[in-house]
C-alpha cells in the first residue's frame, strides 16, 4: 500500500473520529446520578465518544508521517503527548460511562452509590482513573499546541491547519469558566484532528507540496 494511500486512510480515520464527536456531543443526555446512567442514550453517546478516541488515535501516526520530515522533534512529541493524553483523558472514561456505569444502574438500590459526588465518583476521582485524567488532559493540550507549531514549521499543510490545534488547546480552558461553552470547547481538540483528517482524506495534505518550505542553504 503506498504512502499516500495510507496518508489518506490515516486522514479518513481522523475526520471520521472529529464526527463521531460531534455525534457524542449532540446525543450526550443531561442529568446525573440513577436516571442519567440507565438512559440507554448515556452509553450509546459515549459508545460513540469511545469511537471517536480509537479513531484520533488510529490516524495521529499518519499525520505525523505525513510531515515528519520538517515537523522534527517537536511534531514528535506533540504527537506522542496527544496520543497519551487522548488515552488518558478520555478513552478511561469513555469506556466507564459507555460500560460500567450503565451496568450498575441496573443493579436495584443502586441510586446511593451512583448519586452525584456519591461513593462511585469519590472513588473514581481519588483513584487511578482520577489521576489519569488529570494527567491526560494538560497532556492532551500541550501536545496540541506543539503539533500546532511544528505544523506552521513544517509548512507543508496550510497555515490555518496549522493554527487550529493551537486555537482548540487554548478553547478548552474556556469550558471550565463559561459552563454554556463547556461541550464544545472539550470536544474541540477532536474537531481540530477531524478538519486535519478532512486535508489528507481529500488528497492535498497526501501529496500536494505547494506549501512546503524550502530548506535553508547550508553555509559552509
Known amino acids: 500500500m503506498s504512502s499516500p494511500t495510507l ?13 463521531l464527536h460531534l455525534i457524542y456531543l449532540f446525543t450526550h443526555p443531561h442529568g446525573s446520578g440513577l436516571a442519567y446512567y440507565a438512559d440507554p442514550a448515556t ?4 459508545l460513540a465518544g469511545f469511537a471517536s478516541v480509537i479513531l484520533a488515535l488510529l490516524g495521529l501516526p499518519g499525520l505525523h508521517a505525513r510531515q515528519a520530515g520538517r515537523a ?4 514528535l512529541v506533540g504527537t506522542l503527548l496527544i496520543f497519551f493524553g487522548a488515552v488518558m483523558a478520555d478513552g478511561t472514561h469513555m469506556v466507564i460511562d459507555s460500560a460500567v456505569t450503565p451496568a450498575l444502574a441496573t443493579i436495584p438500590d443502586a441510586a446511593p452509590l ?4 456519591g461513593p462511585l465518583e469519590e472513588a473514581m476521582q481519588g483513584g487511578a482513573q482520577g489521576t489519569l485524567v488529570s494527567a491526560g488532559g494538560p497532556m492532551l493540550l500541550l501536545g496540541l499546541i506543539l503539533l500546532g507549531i511544528s505544523t506552521l514549521r513544517a509548512g507543508i499543510l496550510p497555515r490555518w ?3 487550529l ?9 474556556l469550558g471550565f469558566v463559561v459552563p454554556s461553552l463547556t461541550g464544545v ?5 477532536y474537531l481540530a484532528l477531524g478538519c486535519l483528517g478532512a486535508i489528507l482524506a481529500t488528497g492535498e495534505g497526501a501529496l500536494a507540496t505547494t506549501h512546503a518550505v524550502k530548506p535553508a542553504p547550508q553555509v559552509r
Do not use: D, I, K
Open 7 to 19: 496518508v489518506r486512510l490515516s486522514g479518513a480515520s481522523l475526520l471520521v473520529g472529529g464526527l
Open 43 to 46: 452509553a450509546l453517546s459515549h
Open 72 to 75: 522534527g522533534t517537536l511534531g
Open 114 to 117: 451512583l448519586a452525584p459526588a
Open 161 to 163: 491547519a496549522g493554527a
Open 165 to 173: 490545534p493551537v486555537v482548540a488547546a487554548l478553547a478548552v480552558p
Open 185 to 189: 470547547a472539550f470536544a474541540m481538540p
